[in-house]
């Protein structure tokens, strides 16, 4: 429990700074991009769940961490799996 608390805050500390880096929100191309990443993150997940890479189980907070996180969110997750922390 603490530890998927820990993983959301991570989460949205890499949303923050996406949001920082993004000069301006009302440009549909950052947006777009957003949801791009998203979606690359969740693939990354699923994907590297599919290979056998990693053993994480699809709950609703891992999701949450590649969505909101996008690849870099999916990256963090894949390694603290491989370390054997997560």
């Known amino acids: 429990m603490i530890l998927d608390i820990i993983l959301l805050l991570i ?4 949303l ?3 949001i ?3 000069p301006s929100w009302k440009s549909a191309k950052s947006i ?3 949801i791009v990443n998203a979606v690359l993150g969740i693939g990354l997940f699923l994907v ?6 990693t053993h994480l189980s699809v709950n609703i907070i891992t ?3 590649c969505a909101i996180g ?3 969110g999916s990256l963090i997750l894949i ?3 491989i370390l054997g922390i997560y």
Not at 11 to 14: E, K, L, P, Q, S
């Open 70 to 72: 996008g690849i870099l």
């Open 11 to 14: 989460a949205v500390v890499i």
């Open 16 to 18: 923050i700074v996406i």
């Open 20 to 22: 920082k880096m993004i």
């Open 63 to 65: 999701v949450l961490v």
């Open 48 to 53: 590297t769940n599919f290979i056998g890479l």
């Open 32 to 34: 777009s991009g957003l």
């Open 79 to 81: 390694v603290l799996n």
